[in-house]
């Protein structure tokens, strides 16, 4: 079905409306499936440049594009894998981590329960010219009961993130397969696991959850924590401290929970001129909130208040740096006249009883570009006064 009329229709109508292109294409067997092609491209081109390089790249589903791991978080995962090793990916989809882990892996057995997209995943690997991929249609928990040997040297999974009607799951518990579940039978057949999770989850329970955790990974970007990534030893289930690891394409901080418990905070109240550092969201996931003092020499705001600040601009923090320009009360005087001399200002607060929204009416202002000002509204130590400061974008 999918031949070479297939492949350049699909070049020929790349840039085509594709609603138009359902309503007038002359309809072949396999239509749908190119004009799903179309869409799923356009859809996923920042995504994953790499493999759509590849013009005969399959995509099975529509669906396959919006689920798919992006190359970027891929090559992270292939990077906690030591070249040579076996692999086995256990829920593979569109198979994006797969291909990543082929490329420095001798190689990997990517197991994917429906038939339809396990073929797409057989042609995706030729395409790619990666000969080291085995597909096997199946559901993984009957495959892993079904091998007794340790035949791979690491195995990766990446439970379901949502349950029934597409609800959110913050529990490993609760994700499918049930990994805790599975952990003994997988320690049959692997000597390492690799477990792609929901940012949602608590990283103390992960550690709980899956007993012989080396290292958990808050994963993502400056703007948001996309996903937690476990590293399991399958041969030892007696790990006492596990690696906690704050990582984006630009950083990696890394610290225990026991340096975190011994860390002391210092505070300070901003001041004109100062710098102001919000931590990432995946330092916030990851919460070294005492440790970023000792580590950077930041002062935090207040106990209850994870904003730390500088009078020198401190290289490397875990967040968003801006210069601190004017520090005002939180007053009804304030309110009444803030709008006259910021006009355009992004508006957020923490540890502020009122919502950024809230707030935002009250000032009248309108929102700045990305790079422009910012008001943050917190609260300090030691009285737990509120303040208004604004801010300059620095980095």
């Known amino acids: 079905m999918v031949d070479t009329e297939f492949w350049q229709w699909v070049s020929d109508n790349r840039h085509a409306d594709t609603m138009r292109l359902r309503l007038s294409a002359k309809k072949a067997a396999w239509t749908d499936l190119a004009i799903t092609q179309i869409e799923c491209r356009k859809r996923a081109d920042a995504k994953i440049p790499k493999e759509l390089a590849f013009e005969r790249f399959l995509f099975p589903t529509a669906l396959s594009a919006e689920q798919c791991t992006s190359d970027t978080l891929a090559a992270f995962h292939a990077g906690l894998v030591s070249p040579g090793a076996s692999v086995t990916d256990l829920t593979a989809g ?3 981590d797969s291909f990543h882990l082929a490329s ?16 797409a995943l057989e042609h995706n690997a030729s395409v ?17 009961a079904a091998l007794h040997d340790k035949a791979f040297d690491v195995a990766f999974i990446d439970p379901a993130r949502r349950g029934k009607d597409n609800c959110r799951l913050f529990s490993l518990h609760d994700c499918q397969p049930d990994v805790t579940w599975l952990l003994p039978k997988l320690a049959r057949i692997a000597r390492k696991l690799i477990v792609k999770m929901s940012p949602m989850l608590d990283i103390s329970s992960v ?25 399991v030893d399958l041969d030892n289930d007696a790990v006492t401290e596990a690696l906690i690891h704050i990582w984006t394409p630009n950083a990696h901080l890394v610290f225990t929970r026991a340096e975190e418990a011994g860390a002391r905070s ?11 550092y919000e931590p990432w969201p995946v330092t916030q ?13 930041v002062l935090k705001l207040s106990a209850n ?28 005087s304030v309110l009444k006249t803030f709008a006259r001399t910021y006009p355009h200002i992004d508006v957020a607060v923490r540890n502020f009883p009122m919502e950024a929204d809230i707030l935002r009416r009250k000032l009248k202002v309108k929102p700045a570009d990305e790079c422009g000002l910012r008001l943050m509204a917190t609260t300090v130590a030691p009285d737990n006064e509120r303040i208004m400061m604004v801010l300059e974008y620095m980095c």
Do not use: M
Not at 285 to 297: E, I, N, Q, T
């Open 128 to 144: 790619l010219g990666l000969g080291n991929v085995t597909v096997v249609c199946a559901d993984c928990c009957n495959y892993v």
């Open 207 to 231: 550690v709980s959850d899956l007993p012989g955790t080396t290292d958990v990974y808050a994963v993502g970007s400056h703007r948001e924590c996309k996903e937690l990534v476990a590293v």
């Open 266 to 276: 210092e505070y300070g109240i901003p001041q004109q001129g100062w710098y102001l």
């Open 285 to 297: 996931k990851a919460a070294p909130y005492k440790l970023l003092c000792s580590r950077f020499g």
């Open 94 to 96: 569109l198979g994006i």
């Open 305 to 332: 208040t994870h904003l730390y600040t500088s009078p020198d601009k401190i290289d490397g923090f875990p967040g968003t740096c801006r210069r601190v320009i004017n520090i005002l009360p939180f007053s009804s």
């Open 104 to 119: 420095t892996c001798r190689e990997v057995t990517a197991v994917e329960i429906q038939p339809e997209v396990a073929r």
